[in-house]
C-alpha cells in the first residue's frame, strides 16, 4: 500500500475554509484516497474517499491532483466541532487492512 | 439505529488476567477488525476477519485472541500474554468486496492495568 505523508498539525479559523494536504507519490493505478477523521476519545468517522476525479459531499470535498501524486481535504466552512485528527489513507479497492499514519491534528479557533 | 456497539467503556484488567472486550454491530456487515491505539498514534490492526469462522492475524496479534463464531459479533480477548495492554481499542466493521473499504467504527473500549 501507498505510504502517505501529512502535516502534523493545523490551525483554522472558524467560518474559514480548511485545507487539509496529502502526499501519496507512491500511489498505484488501483489504489483509492480515503479520509478519515477522528475526534479525541471517540472512535473514527469515515468522510470521503476518490480514485481520481474530484469528490464532494455533505461533509467535505476532495481534490486529487491529475497525477494522483497527492490530495486535499476540504472542510469549506470549519467549525469547532471540526476540530480531530484527519487521516489520509492510500488502499486498493479490495477489503482488509485500513492504515492509519499519524495525521494532521486541525484545530479550530474561534 | 444501525451502528457498531463496543462494551465496556472503560476496563480495568489485573497482572495476569485475561480480559474480553466486547464488539456488535447490526450493520450486516461481513468483516469486522480490531485496532489497536495509543497515545497520540494512530490505529494499528490487531485481528481482523472477513466472514464468519475465520480470522486474521494483523500486524500486532502477539498476547490478542478473537472468534466469530456469529456475524454480529467479534469479541476481543486480551490475554496476559500481552505486556503492555494500556490502550485504547477500537473496533469497525465493512463490507468488503464492493470496491470499497469504507470501515465504520465503534466508540472504543479504553484498557487500563491496574
Known amino acids: 500500500d501507498a505510504k502517505t505523508t501529512q502535516p502534523p498539525s493545523m490551525d483554522c479559523a472558524e467560518g474559514r475554509a480548511a485545507n487539509l494536504p496529502c502526499n501519496h507519490s507512491t500511489i498505484s493505478g488501483n489504489e483509492y484516497v480515503y479520509w478519515y477523521r477522528q475526534i479525541h476519545s471517540q472512535g473514527p468517522q469515515y468522510i470521503i474517499h476518490g480514485l481520481k476525479n474530484n469528490e464532494t459531499n455533505e461533509m467535505a470535498s476532495l481534490i486529487i491532483t491529475e497525477d494522483r501524486k497527492s490530495s486535499t481535504l476540504i472542510l469549506p466552512h470549519a467549525t469547532l466541532r471540526d476540530t480531530a485528527v484527519y487521516y489520509c489513507?492510500?488502499?486498493?479497492?479490495?477489503?482488509?487492512?485500513?492504515?492509519f499514519g499519524q495525521g494532521t491534528e486541525l484545530s479550530v479557533k474561534p | 439505529d444501525g451502528g457498531i456497539t463496543q462494551s465496556p467503556k472503560y476496563l480495568f484488567r489485573k497482572e495476569g488476567q485475561n480480559v474480553t472486550l466486547s464488539c456488535e454491530q447490526n450493520?450486516?456487515?461481513?468483516?469486522m477488525y480490531w485496532y489497536r491505539q495509543d497515545p497520540g498514534q494512530g490505529l494499528r490492526l490487531i485481528y481482523y476477519s472477513q466472514i464468519v469462522n475465520d480470522f486474521q492475524k494483523g500486524d500486532i496479534a502477539e498476547g490478542y485472541s478473537v472468534s466469530r463464531e456469529k456475524k454480529e459479533s467479534f469479541p476481543l480477548t486480551v490475554t496476559s500474554a500481552q505486556k503492555n495492554p494500556t490502550a485504547f481499542y477500537l473496533c469497525a466493521s465493512s463490507i468488503p468486496g464492493q470496491g470499497l473499504n469504507i470501515q465504520y467504527f465503534g466508540a472504543g473500549t479504553r484498557l487500563s492495568v491496574l
Open positions: 489513507i492510500v488502499r486498493s479497492n479490495q477489503g482488509g487492512k485500513l492504515i
Open positions: 450493520l450486516n456487515h461481513d468483516a
